[in-house]
């Protein structure tokens, strides 16, 4: 990597970049995060790493910092279906299990 990823400035001869921040009250702050050009030594020292290949940030070495587009996410079909209490897979293990053991009981 010849020239510097996007957003990285030197400071005393550390690579950082600010990154924009939100808080939970709705003001805005710049985090300041440690670069490495190096994908072994970000994972090391959990530094972020530019990855050219996915034209996206590693932050600190682990987890894409966008995984997902928007597109992706809108247009995902997988469905999730609420189980109401009691009507769950354990609920009925234990409730056959236990009609069981009445019928052994009985006979």
Known sequence: MSELPPGVVEENGKLFRYVTRT?????????????????REARTKRYDFYHEGLQTWVLEGVK???DRTS???IGDASTSIPVPAGEGVHASVSESSGSEEGETDES
């Open 23 to 39: 808080s939970g009250d709705g003001s805005e702050r710049q985090q300041r995060r440690p670069v490495s050009l190096d994908f």
């Open 71 to 73: 597109d992706s996410i």
């Open 64 to 66: 894409q910092e966008k």
